[in-house]
């Protein structure tokens, strides 16, 4: 009975002139953000490929220079945006991919801190993952807002009662049908990815289709809930879209901009200020005035039993460098961490709209698995300094401990073109999924309570139909 | 017609080689009459309270197989309430309906499979054809129709072959009458309840309405018609009944009573006056 009354829905949905362009309409979109992100995608990748090629080539082609100067040259680091990034391309718009890493400072140019949260919410592109968890669920709206409804002001509900259709089967059927909609889209956005873009995950793509499976049952349920529960067809339709607007456009902004108000990031040039003042109380490698260089002088020429620089075995520069480089640490992982922490609150603060907004849980569990979150970039950030760090200490202990004492005293640099060429260009590693979605659990247990819910509420409706006057 | 109409009437004393004399035809209508004729729609005491007002007061009233009953009644008199009641759709405030002896209220969905309803404006699927519509109708009520079966099934409820496959949405409200008359016969119920069936027919529609009626109830169908046409419900039933406010207030045999005592019964009922009419409760 459920299969034919399934069946009889889409057939309605096929043959109603409004329903095929509704759903024409959603496949083109469909089928044009998939291609879009796919060729955006694969041009971003060529272009990160020669900018990666390019920066390795000056890496290794420049001349044998001192190991402080390549400290300066510094490196670029890349980020890939990965394949997941063609459906959802989360925050790498707002956040930037690309670092250039060098001595003594970190580079802030990708990380923004004085963007507000709500620069770290996006509906304003046209990808796979807008129009599954946006897009799909208006197709499910329109599709479905007179899917009770119609039945009772026509009065077949009535005949469909009498021939021994029961409430719940109706609305099972009817609630299976849109799902069946919004899961096809899905397949068309999830298909033309896999034809299209090379390198998938498919894990990953799995977790996103189940995902957006999930979240499009929860509005197919509550489409069919609002129209039986409606007492008229136009209520139902202006209800649903009210609710629609509210969960794709509204609430998401609004969280944003109240999560920025009542808790703001400082601003960046009040960042930039907090940590200059800070690494100001470290040793000045550059500065030969500075008292605090010139303890870790004397400290250097004790601890070698020497009287003057000139007669150490090592470049003095190069422990001194090393030494503000270690501060300079210090400083960032300081500012860095508050930072950091400032941005997982506001994060967290906007996360507790997921249990008003199922869009909003969608959304942040799809940047999860598709690695283009919040989480990804700090850990992007943090492997990056990592990297960097790691690149300034080898060549800062290259600048002290490279060196030969010439028979005239002078100090001469032993550095081989072999030693810059050891250097490995950075790579990015991904969380796994399983970390990613381990630190959205307030998102999936939101998104949980919502599948729970919209289930319980057509249990409800049933029951209440099943209860209600006809007359 | 006349003839079918009165023979739920006459006594045959279980004298069953009298209906092989019958053209084929009749021996149906006649097998019915010649034995005791159960009753298939029953209301007892029913009570039937809304918020604010009651609808239905101690109705009682019986239907039985082969028989139309007609049930009259102005606007708000409780038509409506008794048909969604006799369905199911309705629980009633007190009392007991039966079809074929099944509680409604008790077993709503097995006195669902007994019973076929009829609306006033038959709302089926405009998308689907008077074949899928029927089809699908069908498959719901558990049986399987092929296509010649089906297409046997809109025949006999009068519907040209040349509309059975379009699509609804360009039917009559009489040619969608006649899809209902079609889902009530391939359902095989037992009871057929029609809410204002010829509102809104016009005379040849009408006509042609009542007379597949008639065939229903001759095929041993109990048929409980809610009208507001006094002279196309007495031309149809076997027994009228008048409904006011709430309260079976008269029934007549419908064979008993001339169109104008009829209409001059109702308006004297419906205006709450002294009953005048035969049968008057």
Known sequence: ?471 | MIIISHLGNIEFNNDAHFAELLPPWLRTAVSYSLVPQKIMIELKDVVMQFPGHCALNDLNLSVSAGHVYGLLGPNGAGKSTTINLVTGLLKPTSGSIHIDGIDVVAEPERARSLIAYVSESVALYPHLTGIENLQLFSKLAGRQLDTPETKACLDRAGLQKDAHARRVSAYSKGMRQKVGLAIALAKEARAVVLDEPSSGLDPSASHDLAVRVRELAAEGLAVLMASHDLFRARETCDTVGLLVRGSLRAEWEASEVKDRDLEAAYLDLVTDQAPSGKGAK
């Open chain 1, 1 to 471: 009975m459920i299969l034919a009354l399934f069946s009889n829905e889409w057939r309605s949905i096929l043959r109603d002139g409004r329903g095929r362009l509704v759903i024409t309409l959603g496949v083109l979109l469909a089928l044009v953000s998939a291609w879009t992100s796919a060729s955006t995608h694969a041009s971003k990748e060529r272009a990160q490929a020669a900018a990666v090629e390019a920066a390795r080539c000056a890496w290794e082609d420049r001349e044998v220079d001192s190991a402080h100067s390549r400290a300066h040259f510094g490196d670029y680091v890349f980020r890939p945006s990965g394949s997941m990034s063609t459906l959802d391309s989360g925050l790498q718009a707002v956040t930037g991919r690309v670092v250039f890493t060098e001595a003594h400072r970190q580079n802030d140019a990708v990380h923004k801190p004085q963007q507000a949260a709500a620069s770290l919410l996006r509906y304003d592109r046209l990808e796979p993952s807008t129009v599954l968890q946006i897009l799909a669920a208006l197709v499910l709206v329109l599709a479905g807002f007179g899917v009770i409804s119609s039945e009772r002001e026509s009065g077949r509900l009535n005949l469909l009662l009498i021939q021994g259709v029961s409430s719940r089967q109706l609305l099972l059927a009817k609630t299976l049908a849109l799902w069946t909609l919004g899961v096809a889209l899905c397949l068309v956005v999830v298909g033309a990815n896999l034809i299209l873009v090379d390198d998938v995950d498919i894990g990953r793509i799995a977790a996103f289709l189940g995902l957006h499976l999930a979240t499009l049952w929860v509005v197919a349920a509550l489409v069919a809930c609002i129209s039986a529960r409606a007492k008229r067809t136009g209520t139902a339709a202006a209800l649903l879209l009210s609710l629609w607007v509210a969960g794709a456009i509204v609430i998401p902004r609004l969280s944003a901009m109240s999560t920025a108000t009542l808790d703001p990031l400082p601003g960046r040039d009040a960042f930039q200020a907090a940590m200059q003042a800070d690494r100001q109380q470290g040793i000045d490698g550059h500065n030969p005035m500075d008292e605090r260089r010139n303890e870790l002088e004397r400290k250097v020429l004790k601890e070698y039993g020497v009287s003057s620089r000139e007669e150490l075995p090592v470049s003095l520069g190069g422990l001194i460098m090393q030494a503000d480089e270690e501060y300079g640490a210090k400083v960032w992982d300081k500012h860095f961490g508050e930072l950091e922490g400032h941005l997982l609150r506001q994060d967290a603060s906007v996360g507790k709209f997921s249990f008003l907004n199922p869009f909003q849980a969608t959304d942040r569990l799809s940047m999860a698995i598709a690695g283009t979150g919040l989480n990804s970039h700090l850990e992007f950030l943090r492997q990056t300094e990592y990297y960097r760090r790691e690149l300034v200490r080898r060549l800062n202990e290259e600048d002290a401990f490279g060196v030969a004492r010439s028979e005239n005293g002078r100090l001469l640099r032993t550095t081989t073109k072999e030693f810059y060429l050891s250097f490995d260009s950075f790579e990015y590693k991904p969380l796994a999924l399983g970390e990613m979605l381990g630190r959205r659990t307030t998102d999936l247990l939101a998104l949980a309570l919502w599948i729970f819910g919209a289930s319980a509420l057509l249990i409800l409706t049933a029951r209440q139909m099943e209860a209600r006057r006809v007359s």
